[in-house]
């Protein structure tokens, strides 16, 4: 008889893509047919789409994750490790550790961290919403910087001064619960709500950049009543202990003092991949049709890590957790195919439903099958999108435990 060893399946990161991944694995292999193995750099999830609540203080951190063996059945071999290469000719993943796995199949699903396009002084100066880590350490922060206005005589108003960088999605998501934030804290701390200023510095020439005007316009006017000043156009070129250094087109740079500098401008791809030698673009991998990385036959690439265009506009598509899911669910049929020994993989096309912004728990905008949403209407919406992300992980009793259900 012929010993036919069982493939050892390997899926690197348990955030939306991995999860999802690994989960349809499960269902899909049965215990003969395949090891399946979950790498994660912690012992739980967190939702990185409600990282800014955390960050801002208006949702606790415990709030925003659970144990990765919460959703991941037991027959899953589950190692807390961080991953620092892959080694694609010995097919084997080492941790910074030093163990090393072996896999017959690979799912890459590492997310993304910020990019900083090499800007002086950001990663010593700037706060940074990429993990709970950094998430509790920004609310710590701001926390602080009231604490010690109030407990100052000479008062340093910059310890009062936020800046955000980019007015993308995560800076608009943060700036909406950090307004919502500020006259609590000015409450606690027994500080004048006047005496705060908060800054959104965007390079691109609109807030949202090519999203809906009306919708923009909206979400402007909202966060601008909060006290929020928009400097549009104009690019942070240095963020120093002191603040930042930015610049309006031609104009002469102009420093904005502030105790807390978010940087918020954009994603790149997780570093292992730029480490492990594949063909990317800032750390993404373009993915073929079917999710595997150009020329591997076994690896495959999802959610942040990976990069897929959008042939309508010749762009690639915005990483985002409705993609990392669905590619999860693609990625696992096609890994599940080879494992049985079939050829014809599925191809990933997204099935996008929309986008919904929040400007603060009571507040949103939305795209949503073509339908714009503005206030109430949208923050029920992303609820609705928040809850059914943990449904697609977890099922019922994990929205039951984590979801969201506060309406107005
Ligand atoms: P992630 O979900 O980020 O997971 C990556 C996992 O890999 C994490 O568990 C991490 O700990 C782990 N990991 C990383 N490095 C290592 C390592 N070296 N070794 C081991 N483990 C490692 N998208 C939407 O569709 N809708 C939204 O409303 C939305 N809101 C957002 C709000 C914010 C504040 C932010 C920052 C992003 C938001 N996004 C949203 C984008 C979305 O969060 C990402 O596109 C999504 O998380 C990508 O999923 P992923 O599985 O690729 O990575
Ligand atoms: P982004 O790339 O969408 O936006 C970054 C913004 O920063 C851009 O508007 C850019 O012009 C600006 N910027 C870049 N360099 C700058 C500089 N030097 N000075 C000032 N501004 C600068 O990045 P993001 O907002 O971090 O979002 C990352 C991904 O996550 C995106 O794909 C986004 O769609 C997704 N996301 C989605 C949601 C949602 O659907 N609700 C929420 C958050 C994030």
Redesign the pocket.
């Known amino acids: 008889m012929i010993d036919v060893k069982t493939p050892n399946v390997v899926v690197l990161g348990a955030g939306y893509g991995g999860l999802v991944a690994t989960t349809r694995l499960h269902k899909q292999l049965g215990v003969n047919e395949a090891n399946i193995t979950l790498v994660n750099k912690n012992d739980y999830h967190y939702e990185t789409?409600w990282l800014?609540e955390a960050s801002a203080g208006t949702l606790h951190h415990d709030k925003v994750r659970y144990g990765v063996k919460d959703v991941v059945d037991n027959r899953v071999n589950f190692i807390q490790g961080t991953v620092s290469e892959i080694k694609r000719d010995e097919k084997e993943v080492v941790l910074q550790s030093g163990e090393t796995l072996s896999y017959d199949y690979l799912v890459v699903a590492l997310g993304?961290i910020?990019?900083t396009?090499g800007?002086e002084g950001l990663h010593e100066h700037a706060f940074m919403?990429s993990n709970v880590n950094g998430a509790r350490l920004l609310r710590e922060h701001i926390d602080y910087q009231f604490a010690k206005y109030s407990n100052s005589d000479e008062k340093d108003e910059s310890l009062l001064s936020f800046v955000v960088?980019?007015?993308?999605?995560?800076?608009?998501?943060f700036l909406g619960e950090l307004t919502n934030r500020i006259p609590e804290l000015c409450r606690e701390f027994d500080v004048d709500y006047h005496k705060v200023r908060i800054t959104c510095?965007?390079?691109?020439p609109m807030?949202?950049?090519g999203f809906d005007k009306e919708l923009v316009d909206y979400a402007v006017a909202q966060l601008e009543r909060k006290g929020v000043e928009f400097k549009i156009g104009?690019?942070?070129?240095q963020c120093t202990e002191e603040g930042i250094i930015?610049q309006k087109g031609e104009n002469d740079p102009e420093e904005i003092k502030a105790g807390t500098v978010v940087w918020?401008?954009?994603?790149r791809g997780n570093p292992v991949i730029e480490k492990s030698g594949f063909q990317e673009m800032r750390g993404r991998i373009k993915v073929e049709a079917d999710l595997r990385a150009p020329g591997e036959d076994v690896i495959f690439v999802i959610g942040?890590s990976a990069l897929v265009i959008n042939p309508e506009i010749d762009r690639p598509y915005?990483?985002?957790?409705?993609i990392a899911m669905q590619q999860g669910e693609v990625c696992a049929n096609n890994v599940a195919k080879l494992v049985k020994g079939e050829t014809n993989l599925e191809s990933f096309t997204p099935d996008l439903k929309g986008?919904?912004?929040?400007l603060g728990e009571d507040d949103a905008i939305g795209l949503v099958f073509g339908r714009k949403l503005f206030g109430t209407k949208a923050s029920i919406m992303?609820k609705v999108v928040d809850n059914r992300a943990l449904y697609m992980i977890g099922g019922p009793s994990l929205v039951l435990k984590k979801g969201k259900f506060k309406i107005f």
Do not use: N, R, W, Y
């Not at 960088?165 to 998501?173: L, P, S, V």
């Open positions: 789409t800014h993304a910020p990019e396009f800007i919403i960088g980019g007015a993308g999605f995560t800076g608009i998501e510095v965007e390079a691109a807030v949202l950049p104009t690019a942070i070129k930015c918020a401008a954009g994603v942040d915005p990483p985002t957790a409705q986008t919904v912004c929040s992303k």
